[in-house]
């Protein structure tokens, strides 16, 4: 049995709106990746976000971070995974 997020695989699209403008948002990917990547460069407070969904794991959800282009705002998305 083999877990896989329909996000990362491009089985859906979604993206939230956003809160701010109801904006369509990016998905921007992974936060653990995105975060891997851009680490060295956050404050404490952008560093808390990789805490976001500490049960991430046991619920089996990915956390995806999403951006709007319109007003520069990120949101933290946690999508549940599919068995296939
Ligand atoms: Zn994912
Ligand atoms: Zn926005």
Do not use: W
Not at 10 to 15: A, R, W
Not at 29 to 55: C, N, Q, S, W
Request: glycine share 6%; hydrophobic share 25%.
């Amino acid at each position: 049995m083999e877990r896989t997020c329909p996000l990362c695989n491009g089985f859906i699209n979604d993206s939230p709106p956003c809160p701010t403008c109801q904006g369509n948002m990016e998905n921007q990917g992974r936060l653990v990746d995105f975060m891997g990547d851009y680490i060295a460069y956050l404050d404490y407070e952008g560093t808390k976000l990789i805490d976001h969904d500490p049960d991430s794991l046991e619920s089996h959800t990915c956390v995806h971070l999403f951006y709007c282009p319109e007003c520069e705002a990120t949101n933290n998305v946690s999508v549940k995974e599919m068995i296939r």
